[in-house]
């Protein structure tokens, strides 16, 4: 896909198809105006015959113009003028593009920024169309031998905005969003496939091959010999009743001075979550292929970081294996030693996630990092606390949790601030170790960040809960791409 800016004004430019807005009682928009002119007043008779009322994500087609070098127009419904937000603009650009796919519009130019919109500046309506196209053209990497959904035969994608300073301002919205839709393509290409394809090896190698494309990207992948030499018990356990072998996954991407401290990534790669010996019932179980959403994240923020070049050191680190159960499965009130060297009575090992991630947190401890976070789908709690909407978000530093929340907001991928505290942590006592690995289940999302928290002294470190908001169930089943936006937007305002 192609992205550019336009100053020109709608009546003037040549394109398969003109996107225009009309608000409520309808009050055409100064494109619309500018356009309809022109074009005999198309736009001003379709509403008065009532056939659009304006209400946010009406679309309706008008072709066979004459007096525009335009080959159709997609006239939205904007809703009420006054509240007429970033929200509403997304909604609106998203029905346009559905619009559009039926169409065999190759190219195309949104009017629909010209007017100003409350929270939208240039930067950002240009990042909001870049991931409004990419989510409208992604194609999951199915396995369907027919019935394959057609390509997009849009190719070319326009913004239009008001001044010389304003299109400066998008291209380089333009930019950034197109570093984070392709992040989130790739975290997406990942999550979405089946735990038969994507595998902890499956991981290693794709890390392997985004280093061949990108010379400043480093990936070392440590064996499991090699993760029992560095003391990874922890994470050694939950691999311990697969056949796949687990791998160990650490990216490298120094765009500062050496000696600058590095933002380091954590994900959760555990490829397929069975439960173990602590086995999940069936219902749904197939959505456990997504356990890998954290590492896939991972995934897609190093790669954004890279394309972007940002002045930044960033380390990505991802433990890999499967969550299965074998005749050498880590069974219930098994002691495991983490590379810490803290012990763990492994009370249910379905809480598998916590024991890879500890192991991964203390290896992080070689970079000095700045700060450390971490990505998890941890905890069917999270879910149960916040739904599918917003991630949760627990620190050991307020400023930290601010940032990331504050990221989250700009990027539309919103997290909420969670507690965590000695009270919660409680709850891990156990008999025989320096701790349990769950403790009840009320406040489950919490006391699994308590648990993480153990292994952070003296680390800056935040964990975002994904278990809700990586992937989606239901008809539209697969991988949202989410944490990537709020990740690199943290990255892009890193001072
Ligand atoms: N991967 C799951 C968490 C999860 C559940 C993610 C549902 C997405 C949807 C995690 O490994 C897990 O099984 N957690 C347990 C923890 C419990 C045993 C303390 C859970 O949430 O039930
Ligand atoms: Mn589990
Ligand atoms: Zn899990």
Known sequence: MEFFVSTASPSRQRTDCAIVGVYDKGVLSAAAEDLDARIGGRIAKLVKRGDLRGKTGDAVLLADLSGAPVERVLVLGLGNRSAFKRKQYRKALASALAALSKTGARDAISYLGLDEIG????????????????????????????????????????????????????E?????????????ALMRDLANQPANVCT???????????????KKLNVRVLN??????????SFLSVTEGSDEPAAFIVFEYYGAERSQAPTVLVGKGVTFDTGGISLKPPAGMDEMKFDMSGAASVFGAMKAVVELELPLNVVGIVPACENMPNGRATKPGDIVKSMSGQTIEVLNTDAEGRLILCDAITYSRRYKPEVVIDLATL???????????????FSNDDELAAELKAAGERADDRAWHMPIGEEYGEALKSNFADMANVGGREGGA???ACFLAKFTDGLRWAHLDIA????????????????????????????
């Open 224 to 233: 499991e010999a090699e993760c029992k030499r560095l003391g990874m018990g």
């Open 172 to 184: 380089r919205g333009i930019t950034h969003g197109e570093a984070i839709v392709g992040g989130m």
């Open 379 to 393: 905890t069917g709690a999270c879910v149960i606390a916040l739904g599918n909407h917003l991630s949760g978000l």
């Open 446 to 448: 919490i006391t699994a």
């Open 119 to 170: 929270d939208v500046d240039a930067y950002t309506q240009a990042r909001v169309v870049v991931e409004a196209v990419a989510a409208s053209q992604y194609r999951t990497p199915d396995h369907k031998t027919s019935n394959k959904r057609p390509k997009p035969t849009l190719v070319k994608f326009g913004l239009a905005v008001a001044s010389r300073g304003d299109k400066g301002q998008a």
């Open 200 to 214: 902890p090896s499956y991981l290693a190698r794709t890390a392997k091959s985004l280093a061949k494309d990108y």
């Open 468 to 495: 809700g908001t990586a992937y989606q169930g239901g008809a539209n089943k697969g991988s949202t791409g989410r944490p990537v936006p709020l990740l690199v937007d943290y990255l892009l305002n890193k001072k």
